[in-house]
């Protein structure tokens, strides 16, 4: 093994452990208490973003517009409950991973299936941009340098978070469970405390930004407009739904019971997300915290150059006042919790990934686990698509949060019209009463859950289209119409090679060509190796790209004892490739029915920095060769002293050695063992 080859991986070991058996999947499921940290980081991290949206949107209309606050909450509140209802009827029905694209393609059909994968792909990307973001600007609330590079800050995040994500599902779950909990401990504390200083002890509470006034840029705002606001505050709220679904696809990476388990995870997500939800926009409204797009414009009051710090950052001051411990520490869990809510899709996108390539419908190599038994290339994709999207949008939360959502709440309806299809027909053959009445206690679920859902999938789509969202429906056409080519070039190969009027006839001769440059040993071992398959006929190929090395060649062939004939061919212009090409087709034109056998003598070689300076014109030969009908090509190596050094590198042991005696001391028998 080559220096670089062993440097190479030494450091995927440091960086991902030691590979797992693949018997070893078993080990890597998850038990709920770990769970809950890997699947609903991202739901219930939205806490962190989604109030903080709903009071955005609201400062267009003026502090009056903030009175609505509660009831957009409870709305959100309402169709979480909805949603998480709906789930958990999908996780028991379609316990196999594929989620709300197995249910769409099972129940509507292929076209449906697609749509759900392309839009729960793209908001996957989207979950991890707006999370990362959203951690960024909380932890710029307490260190400005982090504002000031928030980009380069979020980039590197996503880097760590794909680093531990390829270590393993497990393991990443561990790491994870801790901060999701100091988060869960801390927001309880936060509000609870919040709460109790201005119900129980009468502390008059408020926010740093109570006594600023909103400069409203459309105050008068009636009818028609001011529907349209809430709307758009209640679609901008909904975001806080994100993630709901990565457990319908993440159910396989549950202990037995699988859909037992994964249903009771989807009702604990549900319930912390609401108390946190309608805890911090309650909490926020009592003690007066405003925020604004543009502080310096829009905050009356305000100093010079004052820098706004993000809702669960206010009220964090507010509540633990002096105690500045308490601040800290809850801006900490926050960020922490923000940057691991995009571990949701690092763990949903890569399963789907998985399931659509299975299919077909995304390259195949999606659908391989790496060495950890996590599937490492959906990973490193996500990732890379994350870090696009927050470079090309500044890493601003605003920005990215009208993108998202769309493609969840796609994936949503298409995903309730199909359960709602799945009771139907089941219904209609079921005839043990207990059965058809749970069956029609789902059914009735699920519609309630499709009427939600399309309900906000139309208000999402009319206020958020032209502030951005149009971008994410772009992205989900185009992976869509890709997925569909991928899997037409895919049908077309496996019609092409599963073609039954094949009729195998066998070759009327076989033509042997080596190619030579000089004479030396790997030429001699490429013709001893030749003449062994038995051809026809055999010859050896140079091309004359110097006539003093040619002539040089063709005296020491006459020379020699090599029998086989040396055919010299001209090349006017140097090129070694083409001729050889155009010589192989002329003999296939000559006798079609030949097989023509090339045979490349190549060298092996220790290091990289030699493979530079070895064979490229075999690569060349090699790769046009390929495309020729009729023609084999086949590769003679000759092991160079540096790659001795991998057969140094191993002791192999065969069987029955050790009691033999043999192999006991250092290089006694070595030879290449097992990979």
Same mark, same amino acid.
């Given at each position: 093994?080559?220096?670089?080859?062993?440097?190479?991986?030494?450091?995927?070991?440091?960086?991902?452990?030691?590979?797992?058996?693949?018997?070893?999947?078993?080990?890597?499921?998850?038990?709920?208490?770990?769970?809950?940290?890997?699947?609903?980081?991202?739901?219930?991290?939205?806490?962190?973003?989604?109030?903080?949206?709903?009071?955005?949107?609201?400062?267009?209309?003026?502090?009056?517009?903030?009175?609505?606050?509660?009831?957009?909450?409870?709305?959100?509140?309402?169709?979480?409950?909805?949603?998480?209802?709906?789930?958990?009827?999908?996780?028991?029905?379609?316990?196999?991973?594929?989620?709300?694209?197995?249910?769409?393609?099972?129940?509507?059909?292929?076209?449906?299936?697609?749509?759900?994968?392309?839009?729960?792909?793209?908001?996957?990307?989207?979950?991890?941009?707006?999370?990362?973001?959203?951690?960024?600007?909380?932890?710029?609330?307490?260190?400005?340098?982090?504002?000031?590079?928030?980009?380069?800050?979020?980039?590197?995040?996503?880097?760590?978070?794909?680093?531990?994500?390829?270590?393993?599902?497990?393991?990443?779950?561990?790491?994870?469970?801790?901060?999701?909990?100091?988060?869960?401990?801390?927001?309880?504390?936060?509000?609870?405390?919040?709460? *109790?200083?201005?119900?129980?002890?009468?502390?008059?509470?408020?926010?740093?930004?109570?006594?600023?006034?909103?400069?409203?840029?459309?105050?008068?705002?009636?009818?028609?407009?001011?529907?349209?606001?809430?709307?758009?505050?209640?679609?901008?709220?909904?975001?806080?739904?994100?993630?709901?679904?990565?457990?319908?696809?993440?159910?396989?990476?549950?202990?037995?019971?699988?859909?037992?388990?994964?249903?009771?995870?989807?009702?604990?997500?549900?319930?912390?997300?609401?108390?946190? *939800?309608?805890?911090?926009?309650?909490?926020?409204?009592?003690?007066?915290?405003?925020?604004?797009?543009?502080?310096?414009?829009?905050?009356?009051?305000?100093?010079?150059?004052?820098?706004?710090?993000?809702?669960?950052?206010?009220?964090?001051?507010?509540?633990?006042?002096?105690?500045?411990?308490?601040?800290?520490?809850?801006?900490?869990?926050?960020?922490?919790?923000?940057?691991?809510?995009?571990?949701?899709?690092?763990?949903?996108?890569?399963?789907?990934?998985?399931?659509?390539?299975?299919?077909?419908?995304?390259?195949?190599?999606?659908?391989?686990?790496?060495?950890?038994?996590?599937?490492?290339?959906?990973?490193?994709?996500?990732?890379?698509?994350?870090?696009?999207?927050?470079?090309?949008?500044?890493?601003?939360?605003?920005?990215?949060?009208?993108?998202?959502?769309?493609?969840?709440?796609?994936?949503?309806?298409?995903?309730?019209?199909?359960?709602?299809?799945?009771?139907?027909?089941?219904?209609?053959?079921?005839?043990?009463?207990?059965?058809?009445?749970?069956?029609?206690?789902?059914?009735?679920?699920?519609?309630?859950?499709?009427?939600?859902?399309?309900?906000?999938?139309?208000?999402? *789509?009319?206020?958020?289209?032209?502030?951005?969202?149009?971008?994410?429906?772009?992205?989900?056409?185009?992976?869509?119409?890709?997925?569909?080519?991928?899997?037409?070039?895919?049908?077309?190969?496996?019609?092409?090679?599963?073609? @039954?009027?094949?009729?195998?006839?066998?070759?009327?001769?076989?033509?042997?060509?080596?190619?030579?440059?000089?004479?030396?040993?790997?030429?001699?071992?490429?013709?001893?190796?030749?003449?062994?398959?038995?051809?026809?006929?055999?010859?050896?190929?140079?091309?004359?790209?110097?006539?003093?090395?040619?002539?040089?060649?063709?005296?020491?062939?006459?020379?020699?004892?090599?029998?086989?004939?040396?055919?010299?061919?001209?090349?006017?212009?140097?090129?070694?490739?083409?001729?050889?090409?155009?010589?192989?087709?002329?003999?296939?034109?000559?006798?079609?029915?030949?097989?023509?056998?090339?045979?490349?003598?190549?060298?092996?070689?220790?290091?990289?920095?030699?493979?530079?300076?070895?064979?490229?014109?075999?690569?060349?030969?090699?790769?046009?060769?390929?495309?020729?009908?009729?023609?084999?090509?086949? @590769?003679?190596?000759?092991?160079?002293?540096?790659?001795?050094?991998?057969?140094?590198?191993?002791?192999?042991?065969?069987?029955?050695?050790?009691?033999?005696?043999?192999?006991?001391?250092?290089?006694?028998?070595?030879?290449?063992?097992?990979?």
């Amino acid at each position: 093994m080559s220096t670089v080859s062993k440097t190479s991986t030494a450091a995927k070991r440091l960086l991902l452990g030691r590979p797992f058996r693949s018997d070893k999947l078993g080990h890597t499921l998850l038990p709920k208490r770990i769970a809950l940290p890997v699947f609903a980081s991202d739901a219930m991290s939205s806490v962190a973003y989604a109030p903080q949206e709903i009071f955005l949107v609201l400062s267009v209309a003026g502090l009056s517009a903030y009175t609505y606050t509660p009831w957009i909450g409870l709305a959100v509140a309402l169709v979480m409950v909805v949603v998480v209802a709906s789930y958990r009827q999908n996780v028991h029905a379609y316990p196999s991973g594929g989620g709300d694209y197995e249910v769409a393609t099972t129940n509507l059909g292929p076209t449906a299936g697609l749509t759900v994968g392309s839009a729960l792909l793209v908001d996957y990307v989207l979950t991890v941009a707006v999370s990362i973001a959203s951690a960024a600007e909380n932890i710029g609330s307490a260190i400005p340098l982090v504002q000031d590079h928030k980009v380069w800050f979020c980039v590197v995040a996503i880097v760590l978070l794909t680093s531990i994500n390829l270590r393993g599902l497990r393991e990443s779950g561990t790491a994870f469970a801790i901060p999701t909990y100091a988060f869960i401990f801390g927001m309880v504390a936060m509000l609870g405390w919040g709460f *109790l200083r201005v119900l129980v002890f009468g502390d008059d509470l408020t926010a740093e930004t109570a006594g600023y006034e909103i400069k409203a840029e459309q105050s008068h705002l009636v009818g028609i407009a001011f529907v349209f606001l809430i709307a758009r505050a209640f679609s901008s709220g909904c975001a806080a739904l994100t993630g709901v679904e990565a457990i319908s696809n993440g159910v396989p990476a549950f202990k037995k019971p699988k859909s037992r388990n994964a249903a009771t995870t989807l009702l604990l997500l549900g319930g912390i997300s609401i108390v946190l *939800l309608m805890g911090m926009i309650l909490l926020a409204k009592q003690i007066g915290v405003k925020y604004v797009s543009d502080p310096a414009k829009d905050l009356i009051g305000a100093p010079d150059g004052y820098e706004q710090k993000s809702l669960i950052a206010q009220i964090g001051h507010a509540v633990f006042g002096g105690f500045t411990p308490g601040f800290y520490f809850v801006t900490i869990v926050t960020a922490l919790i923000l940057v691991l809510a995009a571990n949701t899709a690092f763990n949903g996108f890569p399963v789907l990934g998985s399931v659509l390539a299975q299919d077909r419908y995304l390259p195949r190599q999606l659908h391989t686990r790496g060495d950890r038994l996590a599937f490492s290339n959906g990973i490193l994709f996500l990732a890379a698509a994350a870090i696009a999207f927050v470079v090309a949008f500044g890493a601003e939360v605003t920005a990215l949060i009208q993108l998202y959502i769309v493609g969840v709440f796609v994936s949503f309806t298409l995903s309730q019209i199909g359960m709602v299809r799945h009771w139907t027909r089941h219904l209609k053959t079921e005839k043990d009463p207990s059965a058809r009445s749970r069956m029609l206690r789902s059914r009735v679920i699920n519609s309630i859950g499709l009427v939600m859902t399309g309900s906000v999938l139309m208000i999402v *789509l009319v206020t958020k289209f032209l502030a951005g969202a149009w971008i994410a429906i772009v992205a989900m056409v185009a992976i869509f119409g890709l997925m569909k080519l991928i899997h037409r070039h895919y049908a077309s190969v496996q019609a092409e090679l599963d073609n @039954s009027d094949y009729e195998a006839v066998l070759p009327s001769r076989t033509h042997s060509i080596v190619l030579v440059s000089t004479l030396h040993l790997p030429t001699r071992r490429a013709i001893a190796f030749a003449r062994a398959t038995r051809p026809d006929t055999l010859e050896a190929v140079t091309v004359n790209v110097d006539d003093r090395d040619t002539r040089k060649l063709v005296a020491q062939w006459e020379d020699s004892d090599i029998t086989v004939p040396l055919k010299v061919i001209a090349s006017p212009y140097r090129e070694v490739t083409r001729p050889v090409i155009e010589y192989v087709r002329r003999l296939r034109r000559e006798s079609p029915r030949d097989v023509v056998t090339v045979f490349i003598p190549e060298y092996v070689v220790g290091h990289w920095w030699e493979q530079i300076l070895h064979n490229q014109s075999a690569l060349r030969l090699k790769g046009r060769l390929l495309f020729e009908p009729g023609v084999m090509v086949t @590769s003679v190596p000759w092991q160079l002293s540096s790659s001795d050094r991998r057969k140094r590198d191993r002791v192999y042991i065969a069987p029955g050695d050790t009691r033999r005696g043999v192999g006991s001391t250092p290089g006694e028998r070595t030879g290449r063992g097992p990979e």
